[in-house]
């Protein structure tokens, strides 16, 4: 594998988490987001990482010092891309927005940039052609708090060059994930098609008045073992990311009840900034989460 130089197209949830993990591990990372508004609350968000790195890895100061250095930002896409050898896209879960970014993109990065979608439910196989070098593009996939969940999910498309694809999972590898190749192309990869219907269900609960959150959370703690439930999980993720997902499964489903639960996190969450994790409150409130507290299971 010969990359040096990374773009990471999006500071979202995890967009910035995907940059740092790659700056810390030695290579050099342009950050890309729409505006330099957004890049300085990324530039925030990357002193949290540092915290979560000492915590959970024992990282020194020289190593965050050496993450910091191979870290820099940009709002203008041309220059992001100029040197990159590996495009990864950590943009909103809309399809039109990803083809959007694409089709411009593609008139930008040089002919050598491999490109990823880092898309947690949709297929490699819908923005192929809008890359316009689709054997160089196929999707990368993190978990959230990808520094401890490091799990990196490659899956190609049909026209994915078998060569790019070993590169990328050499990559992945590079950056301290475990690499999961996937065969073929699957919604939702491995992760999430045992984690999408998990968190659907617990949704349909509460949208439907079953339960409460904290409720669902306990019983599932309780029976399973399981040290969060489908809402702490949901708060990692981002109620953005769920809203998104939510809404696009009810209107390719038709489903009411799945519209009943996009109509809940936009009202009771979205509306009111409560985004989960990233903002300091979604179902719980952070960074002391009643789930965490001794009593919460009594």
Known sequence: MTYKNVTVAGSGILGYQIAFQAAFHGFNV???????????KAKSKFQLMCKAFRKDLRATQEQLDKAFDNLSYTSDL????????????AIPEIPEIKIEFYEKLAKLAPEKTIFATNTSTLLPSQFAESTGRPAQFLALHFANKI?????AE???????DPNVFDEVVAFATAIGMVAMPLDKEQPGYIMNSLLAPFIDAALQLVAKE???????DKTWMIVTGAPSGPFAILDTIGINTAYNITKLSAEKTQNPA???AAQYL???????NKLGFATGEGFYTYPNPAFMQPDFLK
Request: without cysteine.
């Open 258 to 260: 799945r519209f009943k």
């Open 78 to 89: 041309a220059e992001a891309v100029k040197d990159a050898d590996l495009m990864i896209e």
């Open 30 to 40: 342009s950050v890309y987001d729409i505006n330099d508004e957004v890049l300085e």
């Open 210 to 216: 079953v339960a409460d959150p904290h409720t669902i």
């Open 266 to 272: 936009k009202e009771q969450l979205i509306d009111q």
């Open 154 to 160: 490659i899956m190609g498309h049909p026209g994915t």
């Open 147 to 151: 520094w401890m969940h490091n799990v």
